[in-house]
């Protein structure tokens, strides 16, 4: 049975993982990229002069689990990182 699959969306366009299935190569995988979205997509820190945030809202601020569709997945990933699980509950992946 094939392992679950591992998806990188980066501006609503799909960066499928096909890595080997190890700790180091998916924290390898998972730090390249989040490196580069943190240097070329997230704003630079606030200094305590500035105060408040720059502007920019998270697409889940309490970071909760939840259910979405195929709509809102993509309103989701148009915002900004997120990590999705996909799941069919006949499946036991």
């Not at 960066?15 to 998972?30: A, P, V």
Request: glycine share 8%.
């Amino acid at each position: 049975m094939p392992d679950p699959q591992i998806i990188l969306y980066k501006d609503g366009q799909p960066t499928q993982y096909s890595g080997e299935r190890t700790y180091e190569k998916l924290e390898e995988f998972i730090e390249t990229h989040s490196s580069e979205y943190a240097r070329t997509q997230l704003p630079m820190a606030p200094s305590e002069s500035e105060g408040g945030s720059a502007g920019r809202t998270r697409p889940n601020p309490e970071g909760r689990v939840m259910e979405v569709d195929e709509k809102e997945l993509d309103v989701f990933t148009r915002q900004g990182p997120v990590l999705v699980d996909f799941y069919a509950p006949w499946c036991s992946q």
